[in-house]
């Protein structure tokens, strides 16, 4: 299985993007590890992260992340959020919880 991720931050969140990074290799190794095995085994799975972060005129987060995997498409987006952490842990929450139903 052959992982990519790509990361769009704005000019103003620049200085954010290494938190970014580490949020996501954190949610991907500790919280999604035991859900994403069905994968591992399919050598020929092409698994896309991409996010997008901003901030709003209000200086709160509007986020998407969207995943595919395996031909498969997860998308979730949030807007007016204030705290970064918790936005991206709440984002992979909800791919977790999606990828646990099936």
């Given at each position: 299985m052959e992982l990519k991720i790509i990361t769009h931050i704005w000019d103003n969140l620049l200085h954010s993007k290494e938190v970014v990074d580490r949020l996501v290799?954190?949610?991907?190794?500790n919280k999604l590890d035991w859900y994403l095995k069905q994968f591992e085994d399919k050598k020929d799975a092409e698994w896309i992260i991409e996010l997008k972060v901003d901030k709003n005129t209000r200086d709160l987060f509007d986020w998407i992340l969207q995943i595919n995997i395996d031909w498969n498409s997860f998308r979730y987006s949030r807007e007016d959020y204030k705290n970064l952490d918790d936005l991206i842990n709440n984002l992979f929450r909800h791919f977790k919880e999606e990828l646990s139903s099936k």
């Open positions: 290799e954190e949610n991907l190794k």
